[in-house]
């Protein structure tokens, strides 16, 4: 199973597709989650500690490893590079496992004329393409707000886009435009999952945006949500029966769908 989470900053996406990595685990799957947002907060939301995670240095960064895979400098233009370098080994030798849990910290090009044609994002895209076409184990991307990592190919394997959305005009149109851009290559299967529900009201405005076939569920607004992210606590560990009611049914309704 290979599951890109996306949706507007600040829906909680890193927060599900942590919580999601340990119900698939638990369930005594495999499972590899893979950090591909440039603003990197996955390890917290798995539960690594803090001391552990600061030591994890993002694919993106790793200067000679570019250079020994691309054949050139990163953040230099004007140089020859391999476009299909060798990246099989990189998953297995650059995660750290956590609980059963492996994670692979990508990074991110940072903007700022960077542009796309440089060895960081083609060694960026080679790795997500032999994790996603490759791998055997349940593979989790946390991802930006887009599609930039993901070619064609690619996108093909991937058995569900998962979008995180929360009551609001911006995050709606976000996740809709997310979806018009992945079909575009070739991604068919789409999930929503409301995040920060607070009543039935704002759940049913969710659910009328989108085709009912594509919702998966909705977790209602907890202040256990945002006490995790703030004492850096796994949120696995702190759910209440209400809050596991959600997520229980979140995972149910991906494992009947897939």
């Known amino acids: 199973m290979k599951l890109a989470i996306t949706g507007k900053g600040g829906t909680g996406k890193t927060t599900v597709a942590g919580i999601l990595a340990h119900y698939y685990k638990n369930d005594g799957y495999k499972v590899l989650a893979v950090d591909a947002d440039l603003d990197s907060n996955l390890a917290s939301a798995i539960g690594i500690p803090a001391e552990k995670a600061s030591s994890i240095i993002p694919i993106s960064e790793q200067r000679k490893l570019i250079k020994e895979r691309t054949g050139a400098n990163p953040g230099q233009f004007g140089q020859l590079f391999k476009m299909n370098p060798a990246v099989h080994d990189i998953p297995d030798e650059f995660c750290i496992d956590y609980q059963g849990i492996k994670l692979l910290v990508l990074g991110g090009v940072r903007k700022g004329g960077s542009g796309c044609a440089c060895p960081e994002n083609v060694l960026l895209r080679s790795l997500l393409s032999e994790i996603i076409l490759n791998r055997d184990e349940v593979v989790i991307v946390d991802m930006e ?12 394997s991937i058995d569900k886009m998962i979008i995180i959305v929360e009551p609001g005009s911006r995050s709606i149109s976000t ?11 070739a991604i068919q299967s789409f999930g929503i999952i409301g995040n920060k529900i607070q009543d039935e009201q704002k759940k049913d405005w969710i659910s009328k945006q989108f085709s009912q076939d594509q919702i998966l569920g909705m977790i209602s607004y907890h202040e256990i949500i945002r006490d995790a992210d703030l004492f850096e606590q796994p949120l696995i560990e702190l759910l209440d029966k209400k809050l596991k009611a959600d997520f229980d049914k979140i995972y149910q309704a991906m494992s009947l769908d897939l």
Do not use: V
């Open 145 to 156: 707000a887009g599609i930039e990592h993901l070619g064609r190919a690619t996108a093909r």
């Open 175 to 185: 996740a809709k435009t997310i979806m018009r851009m992945a079909k575009e290559i």
